[in-house]
């Protein structure tokens, strides 16, 4: 399908453009639909680049979504996993499939190593500091029973 002299960002551009994405950083299908769309591209030829980078595997939601999760599990709970991956445009399906590897006992010692690891941040009375910690990890995506977990694991040194 021959590009039309009127498309103002033919398929031999959005290719290279989309390579040099890549080359760059890891995107989703949605991601470079989305930076290929607003660079002028035709849907048609959206379409045509993506399918050559899923041919070539070049992008796989599914590696995408898992390498996401690895490499952020230590910072983030699967809630903000979760809804990070879906605005990035992956599946739920996929999302699901990747936070599968996250099990509760890993999410524990995550959340307890970043409260350990801010602990200088919470002043004040036990109660307190005990409160802070906790919205501190529930902004980070950890659900209640983690945290919970997580702020009884610690030695009670930690007087939170």
Not at 60 to 71: G, K, M, N
């Amino acid at each position: 399908m021959p590009d039309t002299p009127e498309d103002a960002y033919p398929y031999e551009r959005a290719w290279r453009y989309a390579l040099w994405l890549l080359g760059r950083q890891a995107y989703t299908g949605a991601q470079l639909q989305e930076r290929l769309r607003r660079k002028g591209a035709t849907p048609e030829t959206v379409e045509r680049v993506l399918a050559k980078l899923v041919d070539l595997e070049f992008v796989d939601d599914a590696l995408y979504a898992e390498a996401y999760v690895r490499s952020r599990s230590r910072n983030k709970g699967a809630l903000r996993l979760r809804q990070e991956l879906f605005h990035k445009g992956v599946n739920e399906e996929l999302v699901e499939k990747a936070l599968g590897a996250l099990d509760e006992r890993a999410q524990v010692e995550a959340a307890s190593a970043l409260v350990e690891k801010n602990l200088w941040r919470w002043k004040g009375e036990p109660r307190e500091r005990y409160a802070k910690a906790y919205a501190f990890l529930v902004r980070r995506g950890f659900p209640a029973d983690v945290v919970r977990a997580a702020l009884e694991h610690l030695p009670p040194t930690q007087d939170i």
